[in-house]
């Protein structure tokens, strides 16, 4: 088991399950209509301690919070087994600890739960066959009062397709205009109290590729009855949901992430993150035509190391070419690095140009503690 979502959050459940199908898994989605829960969980097996190996292994690549939950199979009862999982920061609980028998049937259908629809080539229910405790004393979780008592869930995903997306989220207090944080998408936080006279703050997802999208929200007030859920370990969350859409013509995008060695046409391997972005952004919109602007810091000439013939785009030691040349001329030959680069991924030439601006369009002071920010590369929509 991977996850656990209310009945009323079918949606999300089914999110999170194309999100791994997208990392070639092969979730499935169990629902418990006693407890209730829907489950999402990747494998099953047979043997308990092979389950158990199952787990760890999951665990060590990055399913943190993962569990094993053993359910009676026909008249052979076997315990629940649960490990305790580290305190992360994880957007997903596990289930609490309890001692379950239970029966398994598979169905080949869909499952409407009232406020969403499950549709799954296969679905496993788990029934529940405890028989209450009428002696237990359950302690009733309270919402929170405001949101600075809430965690908050940052879910983060693609309009269209619903597929959860990486990227961050930009924390600002909104009377300052001053970041006080940044997080990862699809995590939960505790959102941190701005000190101003509004106690407002503006939550920014920020997505390569996808436009903008803001929440704004008081810190001292209580959050919505439709935001507030319950998870399976039976604890309150707030769920500020952030709805992307793709860029559209006109639209720029900083390309933030993509570094350049200095002095070279020639990019830094950590930029392969974002530049898959753009290509997941052309392939997912075949009508899309772009340019590519680069941009430097300065105006000054100097030596400059192309892009050799074997095309190394992570490398300065492949067959690289070095000349001398305008700072207009690097930020022209970086752009087309990165046009170089989508092409041989197979994107048709004709939908990409370049410019090369140089340094006539620095968005900070050459000399600032953000001059860095001057050296990039903008993505602008010509068409779509």
Known sequence: MVAAYRPDQSAIANRFAGTLKGQRLSPQLGLDPVRPYIYVWLEKHDDRKKAVQVMEQFRRQGFDRSWVRVIQV??????VVEITPPPVEMPLSPAPRVEVQSQQTTVASTIDTSAQVIKSTQVTVFVDTRKPDSARVV??????STWL???TLLSVYHGTTNKLLEGEIQIIDADRARMMKKVKTNARVHLPDPG?????LLLIAEVFGFRKVQHEVVVSEAPGAD???LDDSAHYFAELDFDLARLHKGDIATM???????????????SRFELNGLLDMLKEKQTYTIKLHGHTNGNSTGPIISLGDDKNFFSLSGNTRKGFGSAKKLSLERAETIREWLIA???????????GWGGSRMIHDKN????????RVDVEVISE
């Open 227 to 229: 935001v507030v859920h």
């Open 74 to 79: 026909g008249n052979k009862t076997q315990p």
């Open 149 to 151: 008592d809430a965690n």
């Open 256 to 270: 933030y992430n993509v570094y350049f060695f200095k002095d070279a046409a020639i990019m830094q391997p950590e």
């Open 139 to 144: 302690k009733k979780p309270v919402p929170p």
């Open 368 to 375: 600032s503690n953000h001059a860095h920010r001057n050296v």
């Open 196 to 200: 101003s006279k509004s106690g407002k």
């Open 345 to 355: 991924q197979g994107i048709d030439p004709a939908r990409i140009q370049v410019k």
